[in-house]
């Protein structure tokens, strides 16, 4: 089947772009390559380069490709920042998903494979199910539980079927280290190479379940055919929550080094956020599940490898009140 992905240069979408060669499918990946890299696309997937805004290129595409199954992933995905940056955040994740949406509808697309976020749930009651009425507390959260909800209107107006996959915290392989913004542990990864402090916003007390990408990535691929998937929301990832303490000491322990945990204020985000998996087991089976310490260690080998990079500073802050002062600091230059 012709599928595209959106996002595919990045870090999930290039390993679900992966796993659809794999099983077969033909693939197009569009990306504008503002967080991705060209070396993470597939040899054999046919690139286009370009934003997911733009709406006659996104017209053009549908039209002369024909696809089947979409995948969108493109995203700017960072939680805490959405709030400084709403304009931004609601154009990328909403309005350019919307845009993907329309030509979908008008060309004939069978199945839209969404991944959304568990920041859909905001402060929920734990584990996070999918039944769950979802209230999210920042931008991001809130965009992408919008999409969620254009996507259902659109199966019952245009008959467009659809998936939703909520992951969160997935680390891995070919994640953007150099942005010191949102991913954790690809953060905590540079820094360590640096000879860095690792940042803990509070006092670390906060818990996630980390979630490496083979567990998570194959599963976001088999969205797009696996008939008991059909217009259905599912949680994707790691089971066990850890600190962000925790997960800090255990970077540190793979790397072999004691490293220096620097705790700042305390940022503005739900404290303990993880989700049940019983759902999505139900429908795809028994699925991989990485233990922590195993996937830092392979994610670990390959930073190594490719290195060191520099932060990146987000260069379109719209509200400066309220930033944390770490990152105040790169953008206010009183």
């Keep these: 089947m012709n599928t595209l992905v959106t996002g595919g240069a990045g870090f999930i979408g290039s390993h679900?772009?992966?796993?659809l060669i794999e099983m077969g499918h033909d693939v197009v990946v569009i990306d504008d390559l503002s967080g991705g890299n060209v070396d993470n696309i597939p040899r054999s997937a046919k690139f286009i380069q370009g934003d997911i805004c733009d709406v006659r290129l996104v017209d053009k595409l549908f039209a002369e490709q024909k696809f089947e199954v979409v995948f969108h992933l493109a995203a700017y995905a960072a939680e805490g920042l959405s709030h400084f940056i709403?304009?931004?955040?609601y154009t990328n994740n909403l309005v350019g998903s919307v845009t993907l949406l329309n030509a979908a509808i008008n060309n004939g697309v069978r199945r839209f494979v969404f991944t959304s976020s568990i920041a859909v749930y905001g402060a929920n009651q734990l584990p996070m199910t999918e039944d769950l009425v979802p209230n999210p507390e920042d931008p991001y959260g809130i965009a992408k539980?919008?999409?969620e909800q254009d996507l259902r209107s659109a199966f019952e107006m245009f008959g467009l079927e659809y998936v939703i996959f909520r992951p969160h915290n997935v680390y891995g392989e070919r994640q953007n280290i150099g942005d010191s913004y949102?991913?954790?542990?690809?953060?905590?990864?540079?820094?360590?190479?640096?000879?860095?402090?690792?940042?803990?916003?509070?006092?670390?007390s906060q818990t996630r379940a980390f979630s490496y990408?083979?567990?998570?990535?194959?599963?976001i691929a088999r969205g797009g055919y696996e008939p008991g998937a059909r217009n259905e929301v599912f949680n994707v990832g790691a089971d066990q929550p850890v600190s962000v303490r925790e997960l800090a000491e255990e970077v540190c322990r793979v790397f072999g080094c004691e490293g220096r945990l620097e705790y700042l204020p305390a940022r503005h985000e739900v404290l303990h956020a993880f989700s049940s998996h019983d759902k999505v087991r139900k429908v795809f089976g028994d699925t991989a599940s990485v233990p922590l310490r195993e996937g830092i260690t392979r994610m670990?080998?390959?930073v190594r490898q490719v290195g060191a990079r520099q932060s990146s500073?987000?260069?379109a802050i719209e509200v400066l009140r309220n930033l944390p002062p770490s990152w105040a600091a790169y953008h206010n230059p009183r």
């Design 16 to 19: 679900v772009a992966d796993h």
């Design 86 to 89: 709403r304009r931004y955040n």
């Design 145 to 147: 539980l919008a999409v």
């Design 182 to 204: 949102r991913n954790v542990v690809g953060i905590f990864m540079n820094r360590l190479l640096q000879g860095l402090s690792l940042p803990i916003f509070g006092d670390g």
């Design 213 to 219: 990408i083979g567990d998570v990535a194959p599963i």
């Design 300 to 302: 670990a080998a390959w």
């Design 313 to 315: 500073r987000f260069e």
